[in-house]
């Protein structure tokens, strides 16, 4: 069955000197990005207000979920100067707010690139201290001593995302784990940091369950929550199952603020960091 486009996203492509500048900047200083890896439809908007999601580890992950354009295979990163460099890039972006996410790292035995990104953190609040850091990290596998290594370099936010609702989580995350997630939710709350995670609709799933996804996100102390429409980046990933109406990413959204939710944010073109910056700007003036 060919889902319906009546509700399919449409996207405004303008190019000015604040994409420009952007787009030179992460190709000269050999950056990778979500916004181009996981061909995200925001990009043209978030460049142009200077803003942008820093990947680290590489470009090449060691999972290979059906949603995501990012590159599957084995990983040959190897620069010990990336937090540095990002550094260095936030600091010539003048930005207030930066987001970093990474690949998955499952070759990285021991810490699974933990270590990276509490450097990364620190390096980035050295070199701009008036600028807050929001991670959208990984698993980590769960390890507790690699989240440990991560919560301990004290992000201003910490993320990381559900993706789906539970009952077809296996299908769309092969090599991950629902009740994992919700596990390294809770530990990152209970060390005491400011929470984020986010879901993709379109999948399959009905409402119900991502009401029921957004209660247990809740009860683990998830703070800000972000729901998207899944949009198929190539013809070899996951086929949009349902195009959600506008109607139904405005009953999530006013059900996410009558259970509690501090910040929600849905709508078609909603992504993980999406609008970042002015989240926490309007999560830290409401703190």
């Known amino acids: 069955m060919i889902p319906s486009n009546q509700h399919k996203p449409k996207i405004s492509i303008r190019i000015d000197e604040n994409f420009k500048q952007v787009k030179q900047l992460v190709q000269k200083e050999y950056l990778n990005t979500v916004c ?42 190897n620069d010990p100067l990336e937090p540095l ?43 701009n201290p008036q600028c807050t850091i929001e991670v959208l990290t990984p698993d980590f596998k769960g390890e507790p001593k690699a989240l440990k290594i991560v919560f301990e370099a004290l992000p201003n936010i910490f993320s990381h995302n559900i993706e789906c609702v539970e009952r077809i989580s296996r299908q769309i995350r092969p090599q991950a784990n629902w009740k994992r997630t919700l596990g390294v939710l809770k530990l990152a709350k209970e060390f005491g940091l400011t929470v984020k995670t986010g879901i993709m609709v379109g999948l399959g799933e009905t409402i119900d369950e991502v009401k029921k996804t957004m209660d247990e996100a809740l009860s683990v102390g998830v703070e800000i929550f972000t729901i998207g429409q899944y949009l198929q980046p190539t013809k070899k990933h996951l086929v949009v199952q349902k195009y959600r109406s506008l109607k139904d ?9 009558e259970i509690g939710f501090k910040i929600i944010e849905s709508g078609p073109l909603v992504r993980s960091s999406y609008h970042a910056d002015e989240q926490a700007k309007l999560f830290y003036n409401n703190a």
Not at 49 to 69: H, Q, Y
């Open 36 to 77: 181009v890896e996981a061909r995200c439809p925001n990009i043209y908007e978030c460049w142009q207000r200077k803003t942008a999601t820093l990947m680290i580890l590489g470009d090449t992950c060691t999972r290979s979920c059906g949603f995501c354009s990012v590159k599957t295979g084995k990983p040959s990163w």
């Open 85 to 127: 460099r990002v550094a260095h890039a936030v600091k010539k972006m003048s930005l207030r707010h930066v987001v970093i996410t990474s690949v998955d790292r499952d070759d990285l035995k021991g810490d699974y690139g933990a270590s990276i990104w509490a450097q990364t953190i620190t390096q980035i609040r050295k070199m």
């Open 249 to 257: 990413f405005e009953l999530l959204k006013d059900y996410g603020k």
